[in-house]
């Protein structure tokens, strides 16, 4: 036996097939990483045009990624970020308008303002409720939210975190942002008045959560509902005579000691324009948020603990559920028969119809709180 072991052929190289596998599995592998690492790429891609960078192997990106090239040239190189390669680069153009935003009013037609939440931002938008006329208002590093038209259409109201949390005004087609509050905390849902003298948004100051307003010709700032619980979300009639806004002022944490129940005890109250006589419209179990006026006045839209849109009189009577065929996080009445119902789908209070505006790129996770400047708003 130990003669037939001697003159047997060596096999070596078959016991060290499984290093060989492991080294050249490691050299492809580093030569790979080393390609997808290569950074910057570039390609040559027009102004404003939108780039997507598709998912891939060796570490590309999971998900669709946007990115939007410069603007200061008419050719312009963009780059694309580290872990994509131009194999794997697909792009699609899309001519936008970039800000400033440069297309005129057209006075015959209504206009849509509204928030994307972009990868590492929010961005603010502009579109006519015909689906034209897409351009950006905003496009940056910061959170650009809530905008709100003013009722003479010449400025945009909306939150941002730019120079300090506060609330911002800009004309529309983006230009000239000003600050116009100072101090405080947690500013959201500004709203004006019918005349666009005052606007009325929710902040913490002085460790109030309450609605507060300012004047925007003298600079003076008030609290309004001045309550001890959260005011929020407030709404102002279209004669300016009264105050809608949600509160969880019937929340009592010494009955509930679930601390996420203040959260779903919102309710609707009524007030004076100056926060007196608060009255409480809604009864409904759970949560009631984003009160709107109709036309007239007569009437409020809010939205119930199900997601659903509820009309109900100024008074608290007559609340009836407008359709159980759709959920939404706002609505408001466009025009007398037809209704926005969440991100831009319109209402159709005729036959109950949906259309949704989409003739705008996809760019981000989706349209949010949506103000819209009707055609009789425009001078």
């Not at 931002?121 to 905003?138: A, P, V, W």
């Not at 666009?196 to 100051?205: D, E, P």
């Not at 007196?276 to 419209?281: L, Y």
Request: a negative charge.
């Amino acid at each position: 036996m130990s003669e037939k072991k001697k003159n047997r052929p060596s096999r070596w190289w078959l016991r060290s097939i499984p290093i060989w596998i492991v080294f050249i599995l490691l050299i492809a592998g580093a030569a790979g990483y080393m390609t997808i690492q290569r950074t910057p790429y570039y390609i040559e891609v027009t102004p404003g045009v939108i780039i997507t960078a598709t998912p891939g192997a060796y570490g590309a990106p999971q998900t669709n990624r946007t990115y939007i090239s410069p603007l200061e040239t008419a050719t312009q190189a963009a780059e694309v970020p580290e872990n994509v390669t131009l194999s794997r680069l697909e792009y699609e153009r899309h001519e936008l308008l970039r800000m400033p935003c440069t297309i005129p009013f057209e006075p015959s037609v209504g206009y849509f303002v509204f928030r994307i939440w972009m990868q590492q931002s929010m961005e603010l938008f502009r579109i006519d409720e015909n689906g034209e006329g897409f351009c950006y208002l905003t496009d940056d590093e910061y959170m650009d939210d809530q905008p709100a038209w003013s009722p003479d259409g010449q400025q945009i109201a909306f939150v941002s975190n730019r120079e300090g949390y506060g609330i911002y005004l800009m004309n529309p087609n983006g230009s000239d942002i000003e600050r116009v509050t100072t101090g405080g905390t947690a500013y959201s849902f500004p709203t004006w008045s019918p005349d666009g003298q005052t606007l009325y948004f929710q902040a913490t100051i002085d460790e109030r959560f309450d609605i507060y307003a300012l004047d925007l010709q003298t600079g003076e700032q008030w609290n309004v509902t001045n309550h001890e619980r959260l005011d929020t979300m407030p709404a102002i009639s279209p004669d300016g005579q009264y105050i809608a806004f949600a509160s969880d002022r019937t929340f009592n944490p010494f009955i509930d000691s679930n601390p996420q129940a203040q959260y779903n005890s919102f309710d609707i109250y009524v007030a004076n324009i100056d926060g007196t006589n608060a009255r409480r419209i809604t009864l409904d179990q759970g949560s009631e948020e984003s009160p709107k006026w109709s036309f007239d006045g007569s009437k409020l839209i809010y939205v119930n603990n199900h997601r659903q849109l509820v009309v109900i009189n100024r008074d608290g009577s007559e609340a009836q559920l407008l359709t159980d065929k759709f959920t939404a996080n706002y609505g408001y009445w466009l025009h007398t028969n037809r209704m926005l119902i969440g991100r831009l789908r319109i209402l159709n209070l005729t036959d109950n119809s949906i259309l949704e505006i989409q003739s705008f790129p996809d760019i981000g996770s989706g349209v949010q709180y949506a103000d819209y400047l009707g055609p009789q708003n425009m001078e």
